[in-house]
């Protein structure tokens, strides 16, 4: 069993920054691959970076390839999300999760989701 719980969400300007952090618990952190979803208002969740540590470089969608990075405290057991250049269609839910195996970019691949966290991106 693994929980996940997100934090550091917020409102920013356009432009801005913000890092979201996603602490795990349960399971040995580096044994599974973990994800950053979001979900904006009347659309579907969508995956922002996906990875497995031990098998490879992390997958970045395509609108936030270069402005977005995916990191770990093993120690901690939390990832981390740095959002740079923060644009108002970034607005959205940002969810954790975790799942055994490779890395997946499809939503019903993860067995593990944290609660959220609310990015909310102002022009």
């Known amino acids: 069993q693994v929980q996940l719980v997100e934090s550091g969400g917020g409102l920013v300007q356009a432009g801005d920054s913000l890092r979201l952090s996603c602490a795990a618990s349960?399971?040995?952190?580096?044994?599974?691959?973990m994800a950053w979803f979001r979900q904006a208002p009347g659309k579907e969740r969508e995956v922002v970076v996906a990875v497995n540590w031990l098998d490879g470089s992390p997958y970045y969608a395509g609108s936030v390839k270069g402005r977005f990075t995916i990191s770990r405290d093993n120690a901690k057991n939390t990832m981390y999300l740095q959002m740079n250049s923060l644009k108002p269609e970034d607005t959205a839910v940002y969810y954790c999760?975790?799942?055994?195996?490779?890395?997946?970019?499809?939503?019903?691949?993860?067995?593990?989701w944290g609660q959220g966290t609310q990015v909310t991106v102002s022009s």
């Open positions: 999760a975790a799942r055994y195996g490779g890395r997946r970019i499809d939503t019903s691949s993860y067995d593990y």
């Open positions: 349960g399971r040995a952190f580096s044994t599974y691959a």
